[in-house]
Antibody, heavy 119, light 110 residues
Framework: QVQLEQSGAEVRKPGASVKVSCKAS????????IHWVRQAPGQRLEWMGW????????KFSQKYQGRVTITRDTSASTAYMELSSLRSEDTAVYFC????????????WGNGTTVIVSS | QSALTQPRSVSGSPGQSVTISCTGT?????????VSWYQQKPGKAPKLMIH???KRPSGVPDRFSGSKSGNTASLTISGLQAEDESDYYCCSYAGRYTWIFGAGTKLTVL
């Protein structure tokens, strides 16, 4: 079945960058898209961006444009999300989620990666 | 882009029905048949409950149903069970390969 395994928790200082990975299994990686969604403590889900795993095209929420990079390694069935210029407000759980490229919803989710930004 | 509007909380007794609304604009909910709903238990990842406004993935009980009218989508849970207590989020495609989530609704089963 579809599974997404995310990398472990990270702690960063303000101004630094963080890169979170999401390894997919149980399906044809290149036929799907990977979304990144974050959730600050006690807050709502927020869509950050996505990557078409087939062609590598990306799109981001305006809020994160310029600060977020999403890439994929098809040979490793893994997607990556890198967020730069971290501030305390970026402390959150970061989820990856997948769905078929032609299906505009998130079918399966990773367990989340906690990122703490603190001096 | 601010969040889609959802009630902060709803509640119901076991066996009753509850409906959670999700109001957007003519650029997102009103423009596309691509509204999905997610259930999220504390400390867990969200789980897809409804997609494309009213489609249920396999394994989701038929007590869960979705609909849409204009700029407002709705999730109805009939025959409430204790296990349905959770946070629920709507999500709409907003065009140009962008998505927007709702503010989230806490469902309490009394």
């Amino acid at each position: 079945q579809v599974q997404l395994e995310q990398s472990g928790a990270e702690v960063r200082k303000p101004g630094a960058s963080v890169k979170v990975s999401c390894k997919a299994s149980g399906y044809t990686f290149s036929a799907y898209a990977i979304h990144w969604v974050r959730q600050a403590p006690g807050q709502r889900l927020e869509w950050m961006g996505w990557i078409n795993a087939e062609n590598g095209n990306t799109k981001f929420s305006q809020k994160y444009q310029g600060r977020v990079t999403i890439t994929r390694d098809t040979s490793a069935s893994t997607a990556y999300m890198e967020l730069s210029s971290l501030r305390s407000e970026d402390t959150a759980v970061y989820f990856c989620a997948t769905g078929k490229i032609v299906a505009l919803y998130m079918y399966a989710w990773g367990n989340g990666t906690t990122v703490i930004v603190s001096s | 882009q601010s969040a889609l509007t959802q009630p902060r909380s709803v509640s119901g007794s076991p066996g009753q029905s509850v409906t959670i609304s999700c109001t957007g604009t003519s650029s997102d909910v009103g423009a596309y048949k691509y509204v999905s709903w997610y259930q999220q238990k504390p400390g867990k990842a969200p789980k897809l409950m409804i997609h494309d406004v009213d489609k249920r993935p396999s394994g989701v009980p038929d007590r869960f149903s979705g609909s849409k009218s204009g700029n407002t989508a709705s999730l109805t849970i009939s025959g409430l069970q204790a296990e349905d207590e959770s946070d629920y989020y709507c999500c709409s495609y907003a065009g140009r390969y962008t998505w927007i989530f709702g503010a989230g609704t806490k469902l309490t089963v009394l």
